[in-house]
C-alpha cells in the first residue's frame, strides 16, 4: 500500500509541471518578442534552446499540458487536402497607388485632401501619418479573446484563403496578444521577407543545387518567395522559410477600442506584442511628405541591391524590398 508522502508527491507532480510549463512559454513568448519585434534578443540562441527542448518535453510527459499558443505548436507537420474559403466580415480592399512621387505629386495629394476636408487656404496643414508599404502576401489575423484562431489571405477582397496552418509557423506573428481580452480583434498586415534573409535564402539554395539536390530553385524576389509559401498547403515550407510580418491596420473589432489616429494604432500594435514598421512618422502637409519619402529614398539608396544569379543562366536581377511611402 503506498504511503500518503507518494500519494501526494504523484498528486502533485502534474500541477508542478503545468506551473513550470506555464513559466515556459511566458518567458519563451517574451524573448521571441525581444528577438522578432524588439530587434534586441535578450539571450543566445542556444539558451532559447534550452528552454524550447525542456518545453518539449514536459509537453510530451503530459500532453494535457499542450495549449494552442505553445511555441512548440508553430510547425504543423500535416499536408491538408486543400485551402478553405474564408468570409472577411470586413472587405479587406487594397490602398490607392500614387505614381507621380515627384514633390508636385505629394502636392496635388495634399491639395486632393484638403479639398475633401473642406478646409480653406487660412485653415493649418493636416497631419498625416507616414509609414512604409512593403511587397508581400496582405493578411488578415483573426484574434479572440486575445488569441489567433485563424489567418487568412486578401484573396479577393470579399473571400481570402484560410492561410492558418502556415502562419502560425511565422515566430514574429504571436499566437496571443499582450493584455487583449477584446471577443474579436482582426489585425492586417504584410507577410513579407527581409532582404538580407532574402539573399541567406538563394545562397541556401545555390548550395542544394551545387550538392546535386532535386527540385530545388532559386527565387526571383523576396514577395514571391514569401507569398508563395504561405498558400502552400504543407506548413513545414513556410516553417523552412525566413518569414516577417509587420502590422498595420483593423477588421473586424468587437470590444475593443480602437485609437483615434493611425500612429496610435501603431503604437497600440507594439504594446501588444505585433511587430509594426519601425520607419513610421507623423508629418504635416505637403512639405512633411515630400521630406519624408526623400529620407525613403536617400535609406534605399544607401542600402546595397540584393542580386539574384540563376545557376542555368548565370544572369544577374537587382531586386530589393519593395517599401514606399504612404500616407
Do not use: C
Not at 278 to 304: S, Y
Request: avoid cysteine; charge should be neutral.
Amino acid at each position: 500500500m503506498a504511503s500518503p508522502a507518494s500519494e501526494a508527491k504523484r498528486s502533485s507532480a502534474p500541477a508542478a509541471a503545468g506551473k513550470r510549463a506555464a513559466r515556459l512559454r511566458d518567458e519563451l513568448a517574451r524573448h521571441a518578442h525581444a528577438y522578432y519585434v524588439l530587434d534586441a534578443p535578450q539571450i543566445p540562441d542556444a539558451d532559447y534552446d534550452v528552454l524550447f527542448q525542456e518545453l518539449q518535453a514536459l509537453e510530451a510527459e503530459h500532453p494535457d499540458l499542450i495549449t494552442p499558443d505553445s511555441p512548440t505548436q508553430r510547425v504543423i507537420g500535416a499536408v491538408l487536402e486543400g485551402l478553405e474559403p474564408v468570409h472577411h466580415a470586413v472587405p479587406m480592399l487594397s490602398i490607392n497607388t500614387e505614381t507621380d512621387t515627384t514633390a508636385a505629386g505629394a502636392e496635388k495629394f495634399d491639395a486632393r485632401i484638403r479639398k475633401s476636408l473642406g478646409l480653406v487656404a487660412d485653415d493649418p496643414p493636416v497631419q498625416y501619418a507616414a509609414e512604409m508599404k512593403f511587397d508581400g502576401l496582405a493578411i488578415n489575423l483573426r484574434y479572440e479573446a486575445g488569441a489567433l484562431v485563424q489567418a487568412a489571405t486578401r484573396g479577393d477582397g470579399e473571400t481570402g484563403e484560410d492561410v492558418t496552418h502556415t502562419v502560425r509557423t511565422i515566430a514574429a506573428v504571436p499566437k496571443r496578444l499582450k493584455g487583449i481580452a477584446a471577443p474579436v480583434l482582426e489585425v492586417r498586415g504584410e507577410v513579407f521577407m527581409r532582404r538580407d534573409d532574402f539573399a541567406a535564402l538563394n545562397e541556401r539554395q545555390r548550395k542544394l543545387i551545387e550538392s546535386g539536390a532535386k527540385g530545388e530553385k532559386t527565387f526571383v524576389n523576396p514577395r514571391n518567395a514569401a507569398a508563395g509559401v504561405v498558400r502552400q498547403l504543407d506548413a513545414r515550407n513556410a516553417a523552412r522559410r525566413p518569414l516577417s510580418f509587420f502590422a498595420y491596420g483593423l477588421g473586424e473589432v468587437v470590444g475593443w477600442s480602437i485609437p483615434p489616429t493611425q500612429t496610435a494604432l501603431l503604437d497600440a500594435f507594439d504594446a501588444m506584442g505585433l511587430p509594426a514598421s519601425p520607419m513610421h512618422e507623423k508629418v504635416e502637409g505637403a512639405a512633411g511628405l515630400v521630406a519624408f519619402h526623400a529620407r525613403v529614398a536617400e535609406r534605399r539608396a544607401r542600402a546595397a541591391p540584393v542580386r539574384v544569379a540563376p545557376p542555368t543562366s548565370r544572369r544577374s536581377a537587382a531586386v530589393g524590398a519593395g517599401p514606399g511611402p504612404r500616407a
